[in-house]
């Protein structure tokens, strides 16, 4: 058996969950069986694409399967090969953790025949997307995980924000493949050749990749949460059970990834210089406006959305970078970006998982998503918090966890960009930097206050001076991905040489091999310009502390005493008096907020001796939805408005529509010839 | 034997930079009191302060978390390993390939993240405050920082520290005007990483004006001398960085032997004191700005920092 076998009978497993789960889900123990079921199919699926990633250095792959479906003359083609290897990875073991934590965490939901059955659907979609070797296969895949993602955002649609998240989503996923459509289209060319292996061979003019590219931008794009595409990604992730909502903005968004990489560098050999500019501006801008989002908001799974939005910026950056340096044929330059968006890829499912989860857990305990109602949880969910806290050290790019890893590495690739001749990108790529640079700090102060206000401080509202600690599911789930954190950032160089088949067959070229540097340093292209050894840092940094903290028990005084809080002598009663979500956000709100999000804040300050409270009104709006959504909503509503006179004619007048439609319809036929 | 004698200079380093860091602090403090016409307390006032807070008991508030607890050593262990990776007196220290330039600036990055979520731990409004502006000027300063890290990396060819040194002693630098935009706008950056004036007063206690002092103000005992001590060292560690790029005169090279390393270590102090003289010159001469004007110190920083790596692209291209 081939490991495409394998794979589709994994998939073939999920989806058989899935009916299962339609005749069982009202039982009490549908639940337990149906993630286990997932479970033990997604660890079979990882476990498969695990071992032909790592033996892919040894043998190139490629493991191909035609099965009699789809199309009658096409059949549906599978492929195997080392990109998509890696792609399985990531979902599969998210979508294993994820059953994990759900074997838990799904005994609280109170709909669950709603979200049973398209759990392990969804998984299969995303499993399908990856494994496609077709564009008809790729794109009814594409629309089965659309959609089954869909019925899970719609899980609880007795809410209206729910069913507002779930109508923009389709319009906007239907819309994401129509693009891809026609970007298919154009690839397969008059001759209409649907398969990958075709469309590989062929050669394009520099416009018809342009325009794929484009069209792949708003296919993938749109699914991704690229600004500005992004508006339906931070309403519709959180709508989602927790569980769900750690695969969507985890996973999910990096099969749209998969998506753009499969066609733009495994489909078009050659993308012509100016294709890295556009992905680079997109990256580099749709990073800071993810974050900015992040920072202002207060609800803390449409937090982590929007800094989702921020991590496909860095992403695609890198994606950029790579397609630049391809372009002008540096290929070890090349090689080194793609594996930075590789890397950032892994450990943004790694570490996106986990904040999802910990909110989940969160949302479990207190009921709360209200950043603003929640405070001192670290002393009722211990574990919870600690495994959060990595998650959010991760994502804020901080050594020696696995976001700075990947950092890192899109550093020193942007490092190489006084080689690329055009003035266009020299000049862009450091701009970009310092955006990206922007991003992290802001994600930061973003994860600070995410953490400080959710789980330090004192309780907010009853719920969170209530809460208790969460199952040993969950807690396992989160343990697990909190120290694959540490893992994937402490032997960084590990990761790289796995991936290292990935660009070899991708762009030609690999980074150095990083297992023969002793040390297990990483070096990305000589140790005198650059090297990183996070295993040190992490020893260097535990020695210093146990060592500090050693002799400063030894030696000085372990006297401690518990008092009220001192607070300059002013202690506040009410704990509504800390730093809110809010709050915390002000000085950045007022900083970054006024051009881009149009913040204004008024204060409204009654004269001495009036009994009027004091009040603080802050307005922000959305360029992006103000400027560019209202108005498409706008014209479409007016067309219809317009339209639907056509509903009320005459029967004489419906004729001569007709006829005239029939008319116009020669006359193109005739001067199209 | 090599790897012993290697191990043994990487040890001196990290117990100089420990050691001198509060001497830099009194030297400072010293000199600002005296271009002020004040006596000022003596040199090593601050290692008797550190001894005296070391003695004291902890008061730790009642909801405090054990993250407060161990903020305060995590934070001075990493500012310790930064401190340790850069060349002081020598370059290629055994630990300096460890980290480059952008690292170091990630752990400090480490340290801040940690005193910011200490600041909140307690719960109390001054706290949140400190976190809240210490985040906003950090997110300034970031992007700062990172531009001078890419003017320099493309002037030295490495992000490496001891590389760097080793590169801008050599003649074929010259002087070019990329680097002294570079220089200035590390310094600013320096000052706001620093908390120094006129971005932050490092001797306020005036609510409105501390951003620095509001995080810390729960700390007692033993957990401020750490916090103390961590937030010199990050000083000496600045003045150390600026010295060993922009004037890496008599920086011994790897096992130079004694002779290399004592005349490295004099001209390692009078650098740290022509630094911290020029500090201290510096904060008596400006008054200390409002926080909502910092934004547009260090994004004049920023500017900086990009005019340099497009200057040098633009007189690479002549």
Redesign the interface.
């Known amino acids: 058996m081939t490991p495409a076998v394998a794979l589709l009978m994994c998939t073939a497993a999920f989806l058989g969950t899935a009916i299962l789960a339609v005749a069982i889900a009202r039982s009490n123990w549908a639940t337990r069986v149906i993630y286990s079921a997932s479970l033990v199919a997604s660890g079979v699926a990882f476990a498969i694409a695990l071992v032909q990633l790592s033996s892919a250095g040894v043998a190139p792959l490629a493991s191909t399967i035609i099965l009699p479906l789809g199309l009658p003359w096409l059949g549906a083609h599978f492929r195997l090969d080392a990109l998509a290897a890696f792609f399985l990875v990531v979902v599969d073991l998210a979508g294993l953790l994820a059953s994990l934590y759900a074997l838990g965490y799904g005994r609280h939901e109170h709909a669950a025949h709603r979200v049973l059955p398209f759990f392990p659907a969804f998984l299969a979609g995303m499993n399908l997307v990856i494994l496609a070797d077709d564009a008809f296969t790729f794109l009814i895949s594409w629309e089965f995980m659309s959609l089954a993602s869909w019925a899970l955002v719609m899980a609880h649609h007795r809410d209206a924000d729910n069913r507002r998240a779930g109508y923009l989503y389709i319009v906007m996923a239907s819309f994401g493949t129509l693009a891809l459509l026609l970007a298919f289209g154009l690839l397969a060319g008059a001759n209409g050749n649907y398969g990958f292996t075709a469309m590989r061979g062929a050669a394009y003019t520099p416009s018809t990749a342009g325009l794929v590219l484009i069209l792949l931008l708003f296919g993938a794009g749109s699914k991704a949460g690229l600004v500005p595409l992004h508006v339906w990604l931070p309403l519709a992730h959180p709508a989602a059970p927790s569980h769900v909502s750690a695969l969507m903005s985890g996973v999910m968004t990096k099969v749209a990834v998969y998506g753009f990489i499969r066609v733009v560098f495994d489909l078009i050999a050659a993308p012509a210089w100016w294709s890295g500019i556009i992905v680079l501006m997109l990256g580099g801008g749709t990073a800071v406006l993810g974050i900015l989002q992040a920072m202002l908001e207060t609800d803390l799974k449409r937090l982590l959305a929007y800094s989702t939005i921020e991590n496909i910026g860095v992403i695609f950056a890198s994606l950029g970078l790579a397609l630049a340096f391809k372009a002008n044929g540096m290929e070890l330059a090349a090689a080194l970006a793609l594996t930075a968006a590789l890397f950032h890829v892994l450990n943004h499912s790694f570490f996106k998982s986990l904040l999802f989860f910990g909110a989940g857990a969160v949302l479990t305990a207190t009921g709360e998503r209200n950043m603003d109602k929640l ?2 949880l ?2 009722r969910m211990p574990v919870t918090s600690i495994a959060f ?1 990595v998650g959010c ?1 991760a994502i ?4 020696p966890f696995n976001g ?1 890893a990947s950092e ?1 590495l899109t ?2 690739a ?2 190489e960009s ?1 080689a690329l001749p055009q003035w266009g990108l ?2 862009l790529v ?2 970009v ?3 990206l ?2 991003s ?3 994600a ?2 973003c994860f ?2 995410v ?3 959710t789980f ?3 309780p907010r509202s009853t719920a969170a001076e209530q809460a208790l600690e969460v199952d040993r599911f969950s807690l396992t789930a989160m343990s697990v991905l909190a120290a694959l954190c540490l893992l994937a950032g402490i032997l960084p160089g590990i990761v790289i040489d796995g991936l290292a088949p990935v660009t070899l067959s991708l762009i030609g070229d690999r980074m150095p091999v990083q297992a023969d540097i002793p040390w297990l ?1 990483i070096v990305p292209i000589a ?7 996070g295993l ?2 992490f020893l ?2 535990l020695f ?2 146990s060592l ?2 050693y002799l ?1 028990h030894r ?3 372990r ?10 002598g002013f ?2 009663i009410n ?1 509504l ?3 809110g979500a809010g ?6 709100r ?3 907020g006024t051009l881009i999000l149009r913040v204004r804040e008024r204060v409204d300050m009654p004269v001495p001796g009036d009994l009027r409270p004091a009040r603080l009104t802050v307005e922000t709006h959305d360029l992006i939805w103000e400027g560019l959504y209202l108005p498409i909503v706008g014209a479409v509503g007016f067309a219809a408005e317009k339209l639907n006179h056509l509903q009320f004619l005459t029967i004489r007048r419906y004729l001569s529509l007709v006829f005239l439609a029939l008319v116009f319809l020669l006359l193109v036929l005739a001067l199209w010839s | 034997m090599v790897v012993i004698s290697a191990l043994l200079t990487q040890a001196f380093q ?1 117990a100089l930079v420990v050691l001198l860091a509060p001497l830099l602090s009194g030297f400072i403090r010293k000199l600002k009191a005296r271009l002020l016409r004040r006596q000022g307390a003596s040199l090593i006032q601050p290692y008797r302060d550190l001894l005296r807070l ?10 405090a ?3 407060f607890r161990v903020a305060p ?2 934070i ?3 500012t ?2 930064a401190a ?1 990776i850069i060349p002081t007196f020598a370059t290629g220290l055994i ?1 300096s ?4 330039l ?2 170091i600036i ?2 400090l ?2 340290a ?2 940690f005193l ?2 200490a ?11 400190g ?3 210490e ?2 000027i ?6 700062s ?3 001078v890290i ?1 003017t320099l ?2 002037v030295a ?4 520290l001891s ?1 760097i040194a080793a590169f801008m002693t050599s003649p074929e630098v010259g002087l070019r005007v990329s680097l002294g935009i570079a220089l200035i706008a590390l310094i600013m950056v320096a000052i706001a990483e620093n908390a120094r004036i006129p971005v932050d007063n490092p001797a306020t206690h005036l ?1 409105l004006t501390m951003v620095h002092e509001a995080m810390v ?2 700390y007692s ?2 957990h401020l ?2 916090i103390e001590l961590a937030a010199s060292l990050k000083l000496l560690l600045y003045i150390s960085l600026i010295a060993c790029i922009f004037v890496p005169w008599k920086l011994a090279a790897l096992a130079a032997g004694p002779a290399a390393y004592a005349v490295g270590m004099f001209a390692y102090l009078a650098k740290l004191a022509v630094g911290g003289a020029l500090l201290a010159l510096f904060e008596t001469a400006t008054a200390k700005m409002r ?2 004007r910092v ?1 547009e110190f260090l994004g004049a920083a ?1 500017m900086l ?2 005019l340099a ?2 200057l040098l ?1 633009v007189s ?1 291209s002549l």
């Open positions: 405070g001192g670290i002393h806290l050290v804020s790019a901080l050594p700075f890192w550093f020193q942007i490092l006084p020299k000049i450091p701009a930097g310092g955006l640079a922007l992290a700090a802001l930061a102060a600070v206050k953490f400080g206000v330090l401080g004192r340093s140790e005198s310009r650059s090297s990183y050894n040190l840092v260097f940094t210093s502390a500090t903290a400063i030696f000085a005084s006297r401690l005493r518990r008092a009220p809080a001192w607070d300059c202690p506040e704990p008096s800390q730093y709050s915390f956000a002000q000085p950045v007022r900083v970054f | 990290m070391l003695r004291k008991d902890v008061v730790l508030a009642e909801n978390s054990w993250l050593y995590l001075f262990a990493v310790w390993v340790a630990f390939w460890t980290a480059d952008i690292a990630a752990l990055g480490s801040r993240f910011a979520l600041g909140m731990d307690v719960g109390t409004s001054f706290g949140g405050l976190s809240s502006r985040m906003m950090a997110t300034l300063a970031e992007p920082m990172l531009l890419f990396a493309l060819g490495s992000t490496q590389t609510e103000l729960e005992g033993r001398a750490m926080i909502f934004p920023l920092g990009l790596t497009l692209f690479r």
